[in-house]
């Protein structure tokens, strides 16, 4: 029997809500489809919500709305996209939140290789 290794962290929660929409399977599932590809960057995130809203007081050009906001190790991250089309809004937004994870990692991996030195007010003792 092959040997499984389970990761250490489970797998995030995924939220796809509509909020003045019928959110349908079929959208329910390419939004979960979509958004699985921001699971590549880290693993370590707790919580993936994704809120597809219809906002009938705007104009035709800004109507659909997408929000995600990302349960992540240290300060959430959180974006926001409207368009003319439900699915366009999708893209959109895994598109920036994906941004938003590559700029958060190359921060990181910037300040791990490349550490600053830090003053101290005090002496320290003598070994």
Same mark, same amino acid.
């Given at each position: 029997m092959p040997h499984t290794q389970k990761s250490p962290h489970p797998d995030?929660?995924?939220i796809i809500r509509g909020v003045h929409l019928d959110l349908t399977e079929a959208l329910r599932n390419i939004t979960q489809h979509k958004a699985e590809r921001l699971l590549r960057h880290n693993m370590h995130m707790l919580?993936?919500?994704i809120d597809l809203e219809l906002d009938?007081?705007?104009?035709?050009?800004?109507?659909?709305?997408?929000?995600? =906001?990302?349960?992540?190790?240290?300060? *959430? #991250?959180?974006?926001?996209?409207?368009?003319d089309d439900c699915y366009k809004s999708i893209d959109l937004l895994v598109d920036k939140l994906d941004r938003l994870l590559e700029d958060r990692h190359s921060l990181r991996k910037d300040k791990r290789?490349?550490? =600053?030195?830090?003053?101290?007010?005090? *002496? #320290?003792p003598k070994t």
């Open positions: 995030p929660q995924f919580r993936i919500r009938k007081t705007k104009d035709v050009t800004h109507k659909f709305i997408a929000k995600g =906001h990302i349960e992540i190790g240290g300060p *959430d #991250l959180i974006a926001s996209v409207a368009s290789n490349h550490p =600053h030195a830090t003053e101290l007010d005090t *002496d #320290l």
